[in-house]
């Protein structure tokens, strides 16, 4: 029987939701991209779950996927670089529960990875994290593959998901008149309102507090600020930024 066309919109783009031939079909049917996507295990304060880059990604790479039309999305990636766990512990490593990686396994781990991938006939391999320790390994990792690979496969770091969209949506937060105290640096109106729109569940919203509501909580900024309604917005310029971005490098750019 024929796949009709709302079957192919609505198939999974996860591959560990699919099975070896399901892969291969796509891939047959032009489908050579997979999103090798990184988030912290990191304490994110009193209020929010520690795998809330793993949600918050999870939606965010199907949405790419999804657009490009021509992309599968690996498992998400938790273990990622978070700091020492030398004492004394600091950075979310003081906190229970937060999980580290030194930067050269974190490295290792997405060149092995991303050669998984290729040997199995992908050859487009596009790094996309969700925290900032990510970003340079990721930058690496894309540097090492793609001068092993002479082109007969590549890795694309989009760093613009992070860094560019994390600024675009400070910028507009300003512009409605919140302030840098307000938006805070972790676990404040950007990371709550992301989660209040991606699984609100993760959310223990009595426990919303600005700064987390005591010294050493692991908070900076007011999550009382945030809502899902602002979250679907910054998502969007999560998504967009990527996209853009991947759209750029596959036509030849190097941005």
Known sequence: MPVTATAQRNAPVFIDELTWTEIRDRMQAGTRSVIIGTAGQEQKGPHMVDGEHKWVLTHTTERIARTLGDALVAPILTYVPEGSWDAPL???????????????????????????????????????????????????????????????????????????????????????????????????????????????????????????????SGVSGDPTKASAELGAELLKIKIDNALNQIRTLRAGGNK
């Open 90 to 216: 600091r950075g979310h490593m003081a906190k229970p529960g937060s999980i580290t990686l030194p930067e050269d396994r974190f490295v290792e781990l997405l060149v092995h990875a991303a050669r998984s991938l290729k040997n199995g006939g992908f050859t487009q391999i596009i790094y996309i994290g969700d925290s900032g320790g990510n970003q340079r390994g990721m930058q690496k990792a894309a540097e090492q593959l793609n001068a092993e690979w002479g082109g007969s496969a590549r890795a694309l770091f989009i760093g613009d998901y992070y860094t560019k969209a994390g600024e675009d949506m400070r910028v507009m937060l300003r512009g409605r008149g919140y302030t840098d105290e307000d938006i805070g640096s972790h676990a404040g109106m950007l990371d709550t309102s992301e989660l209040l729109y991606v699984n609100p569940k993760l959310v223990r919203k009595e426990r919303l507090a600005r700064n987390g509501g005591a010294p050493d």
